[in-house]
């Protein structure tokens, strides 16, 4: 089945510590995205990246880094400058910038 | 600055009580709309991408139309499995994707 994988769905961190966020698509897509999504808030865009080895800010990228590697994968890793990192994270994925993105499952990340 | 804003926030219809939800935008150089559905835990599961003005698409019980300002979700004869929240979004000219709040739409048998 084609579709976009995060893992892993639960997630508990201690503060200072970093924690990486997977997500894998094999829907041939060039463009991925991280979002976060706090209750009653719509979804922010963390970071975004239209090809391989390169990526760009989003709205709110301070305290998270990313990679990209591979066409397949855009991990997210949230580091301990991240004041408040206790959301839900959202990966999505679409064929050009200017297309219908399509999302995975979701992360919910804790700090405890 | 592209802003969107969802109307109701919260919505409970009786199951067959047809109504509208609104996502008013501004958006500098329209690339398109999108409306989601989302299912508490889930991620967002697309329903509509809309281009320009005057345009509408529809699937099941749900229709979408859109204007210069605003787009509506009209969802006629609901059923409780239409219970979900619907997002909107627009892509303006920067590229990126700028969520609304979204309404919570509760249909009760």
């Known amino acids: 089945d084609g579709g976009i994988t995060q893992s892993p769905k639960y997630l508990f961190r201690k503060e200072g510590q970093n924690v990486t966020l997977s997500c894998e698509q094999n829907l041939n897509h060039d463009a991925m995205y991280w979002y976060r999504q706090d209750p009653g808030q719509g979804l922010r865009l963390i970071y975004y990246?239209?090809?391989?080895?390169?990526?760009q800010k989003g709205d709110i990228a301070e305290g998270y880094s990313v990679s990209r590697e591979k066409k397949e994968s855009f991990p997210l890793t949230v580091t301990s400058a991240q004041k408040n990192p206790t959301a839900f994270y959202l990966c999505a994925s679409s064929s050009a910038l200017n297309t219908e993105a399509f999302f995975g499952q979701g992360t919910r990340l804790t700090v405890v | 600055e592209d802003q969107v804003t969802q109307s109701p926030e919260a919505l409970r219809l009786q199951e067959g009580e047809s109504s509208s939800l609104n996502c008013s935008y501004t958006?500098?150089?329209?690339?398109?709309l999108f409306w989601y559905r989302q299912d508490p835990g889930k991620g967002p599961e697309f329903l509509f991408t809309?281009?320009?003005a005057g345009e509408e698409k529809e699937k099941e019980r749900l229709k979408a139309t859109l204007t210069k300002k605003e787009s509506f979700l009209h969802i006629t004869a609901p059923k409780p499995e239409d219970s979900a929240t619907y997002l909107c979004a627009v892509q303006g000219s920067a590229r990126q994707l700028t969520f609304g709040s979204g309404t919570q739409l509760t249909v009760l048998p």
């Open positions: 809309l281009y320009s």
């Open positions: 990246s239209q090809i391989v080895n390169d990526f």
């Open positions: 958006v500098s150089g329209l690339r398109g």
